[in-house]
């Protein structure tokens, strides 16, 4: 089955930039919807950003304007660009799969039990 394997992940300063990538181990076809988590100790896991099986984004509110999820078909991946980032950013990053399903940009999409294919994390710190 289909694995994901995360990289990009390290240690920046507040305000500083990094950028995540997910790289797939097969090309997966048919409906879908894939994006990043994120999960701090104590803490709930999280969504950051969804893209929908048509392309479109969903945003953590407060990502929204400094984080950017593309799709990478070419390379078979997916992509975080995270920008201005601050301390509260801090987490396990997790990139996520969730098939058969078109839309995932609503509250349903926010479970993530939801998703049936994870990556193995990386860690984000911001100090």
């Known amino acids: 089955h289909v694995q994901l394997v995360e990289s990009g992940g390290g240690s920046v300063e507040v305000g500083g930039s990094l950028r995540l990538t997910c790289r797939f181990s097969e090309y997966i076809t048919g409906d879908r919807c894939m994006g990043w988590f994120r999960q701090s100790p104590g803490k709930e896991r999280e969504r950051v950003a969804i893209?929908?099986?048509?392309?479109?984004?969903t945003y953590l509110d407060s990502a929204k304007g400094r984080f950017t999820v593309t799709r990478d078909n070419d390379k078979n991946g997916l992509a975080l660009q995270m920008d201005s980032l601050a301390k509260e950013d801090t987490a396990v990053y997790y990139c996520?799969?969730?098939?058969?399903?078109?839309?995932?940009?609503?509250?349903?999409?926010?479970?993530?039990?939801?998703?049936?294919?994870w990556g193995q994390g990386t860690q984000v710190t911001v100090s």
């Open positions: 996520a799969l969730l098939r058969q399903f078109r839309f995932c940009g609503g509250v349903l999409g926010t479970i993530w039990t939801m998703y049936g294919v």
């Open positions: 893209l929908d099986d048509d392309g479109s984004p």
